[in-house]
C-alpha cells in the first residue's frame, strides 16, 4: 500500500509541473513574451559562434603547450615504429578532419539556422543520395585505415630478419623475467612446477643440456642498435603486457600461450638522452593490463647499446644454471686446484 501510494504522489507530482510549465507558456504568449524569447534565440545563436571559436582556439592552445611532453614529439625509437607513427598521424589528419568540420557545420547551423518569421522549416523524410554519402564514404575511410593497420600487424608479428637475436620475456607479479639463449642459441626447456622464486624463477629444466649457458636477468633487458630483435612473450601468473612506449609497440603476455612481436631498435640509450635532452632517460617496458594491486610499480627498463657494448655486457653474465649450481662453477673451483698444485709441487 506505501509503494502504491509512493507511486501515486510522484505520478502527482509530474503532472503538476507538466500543467505548471504548459501554463506559464500560454501565460508568455498572452504577455507578449515572444518577442523575448526570439531575442534570447538570437543571443544564444551568436553565443554558439563565440563558443566555437573559443573551442577551436582553445585546442589548438593545448597542442601547443602539451605535444613536447607527448611521445609524438620525438621519433619512434624503432624502425618499424615508424610504421605507427605514420599510421598514427594518417588517423589524426582523418579525424581531426572530421572533427573540426562537423563542429564548425554544427555551431554554424545553429546561428545560421535560427528561428525567423521570415524562413520556413523544410522536412523530409528520406534521402537516398545523403544516405550513400554518410555511409559510403565512412565506410571506405575506415576499411583503408584498418588495411593499413592490419599490414603493419602482420609485419610486426610475423617472421623477423634471420640476423635477428631472440629473448624471451616473462611476465610475473610484479615484474619482468628476461631470458637469453647461450652459445647454442637455443633456449632450454621449462616446466611451470619447477618455478622456484629463489633458485629457478623460470621452472628451467635442468636436465636439459641446452639450458645449461641461458642468461636469465631480472628488470632490465639488453638489446644491440641496428639489430632486429624478436621477443617471445609469457607470463608466470597472470595476463600482463609488454607495453614499448617509446618503441611503438604492445603485445600481451599470456600465461601458457606465447606471443611474438619484433622490432629493429633505432638508437642507442644514449642517443636517446641527447635527443631527448634528459640525461636521466630510460627506455621504458610497462604492463599496460591490469594486473593487480601491483601493477602501478611493474616497470623494467630496457638499455639499447652498440653491438661492442653489448657484447661486453654479456660477456660479464653469469648462466643461469651455474648461478643455481655454484659448485659447478668452474670459476668457484680454479681457486682450490691452483691450490692443490701448489702443496704437490712444494711436496
Known amino acids: 500500500m506505501t509503494m502504491f501510494l509512493t507511486a501515486a504522489v510522484v505520478v502527482l507530482i ?17 504577455k507578449g513574451e515572444e518577442k523575448t524569447r526570439k531575442e534570447t534565440n538570437k543571443i544564444n545563436g551568436l553565443l554558439m559562434v563565440v563558443f566555437l571559436v573559443f573551442g577551436l582556439v582553445g585546442v589548438w592552445y593545448c597542442n601547443h603547450l602539451l605535444f613536447d611532453k607527448t611521445l609524438l614529439a620525438h621519433d619512434a625509437a624503432s624502425v618499424e615504429g615508424a610504421r605507427v607513427d605514420s599510421m598514427l598521424w594518417v588517423t589524426l589528419a582523418v579525424t581531426g578532419i572530421v572533427f573540426i568540420a562537423t563542429q564548425v557545420i554544427l555551431f554554424w547551423f545553429s546561428y545560421r539556422y535560427q528561428e525567423s518569421d521570415d524562413r520556413k522549416v523544410f522536412y523530409f523524410a528520406h534521402s537516398n543520395k545523403l544516405e550513400v554519402i554518410w555511409t559510403v564514404i565512412p565506410a571506405i575511410t ?14 610486426f608479428t610475423g617472421e623477423p630478419p634471420k640476423n635477428a637475436m631472440v629473448v624471451e620475456v ?25 618455478i622456484d622464486n629463489a ?14 649457458d641461458d642468461l636469465v636477468m ?17 607470463s608466470r601468473d ?4 609488454v607495453g614499448l612506449s617509446h618503441f611503438r609497440m604492445k603485445m600481451d603476455a599470456v600465461p601458457g600461450i606465447p606471443t611474438t612481436m619484433w622490432f629493429t631498435p633505432k638508437y642507442t640509450t644514449a642517443e636517446m638522452k641527447e635527443i631527448t ?7 621504458e617496458i610497462s604492463c599496460d593490463q591490469m594486473c593487480g594491486n601491483g601493477h602501478y610499480s611493474m616497470k623494467g627498463v630496457i638499455e639499447v647499446l652498440d653491438q661492442e657494448e653489448y657484447d661486453a655486457k654479456m660477456a660479464g653474465q653469469k648462466p643461469y644454471y651455474l648461478s643455481a649450481f655454484p659448485d659447478k662453477d668452474p670459476s668457484n673451483t680454479a681457486p682450490a686446484a691452483d691450490t692443490a698444485v701448489k702443496v704437490i709441487a712444494k711436496l
Do not use: C
Not at 15 to 25: D, G, N, R, T, Y
Not at 277 to 283: T, Y
Open 14 to 30: 509530474f503532472l503538476v509541473i507538466f500543467q505548471i510549465a504548459k501554463a506559464s507558456e500560454y501565460v508568455g504568449i498572452l
Open 142 to 155: 575506415l576499411t583503408v585505415l584498418v588495411v593499413i593497420g592490419l599490414r603493419n600487424w602482420f609485419l
Open 170 to 194: 616473462t611476465g610475473k607479479q610484479f615484474g619482468w623475467i628476461f631470458r637469453y639463449p647461450g652459445k647454442d642459441a637455443t633456449f632450454g626447456k621449462k616446466y611451470y612446477k619447477n
Open 199 to 212: 633458485a629457478n624463477t623460470l621452472g628451467l629444466i635442468w636436465d636439459d643440456q641446452l639450458s645449461h
Open 218 to 234: 631480472e628488470q632490465t633487458m639488453y638489446l644491440i642498435k641496428g639489430r632486429p630483435v624478436k621477443l617471445v612473450i609469457g
Open 238 to 241: 597472470v595476463i600482463h603486457d
Open 277 to 283: 635532452g634528459n640525461p636521466n632517460f630510460q627506455f
